[in-house]
């Protein structure tokens, strides 16, 4: 195994774990609207969509994409009224 030196000899500086969790939620919010994006442009049919009053048709991945959006919009919504002011 291999240690990483540092610019005067030292070992490399331990990254944060602030910064790690950081780098990790980013790497998964990547995964999931990888995704996201392949599934909606696998399934690229018209769908009929039931509302209370009436019904439509529309592609899926429109479907797809408004409801990501929409989970996207709420989850920032959720986020931030957790956080102490």
Known sequence: MREEIGPE???APEV???ARQRDVRMVLT????VLLVWFAIAN???VRIHFWVFT???PLIGVV????LLGGVIGLFL???RRPS
């Open 9 to 11: 000899g030292d070992e």
């Open 56 to 58: 439509a048709r529309a």
């Open 16 to 18: 944060p774990p602030r």
């Open 65 to 68: 994409a408004i409801a990501g």
């Open 44 to 46: 690229l049919q018209q």
């Open 79 to 81: 986020r931030r009224r």
């Open 30 to 33: 990547g995964v999931v609207a």
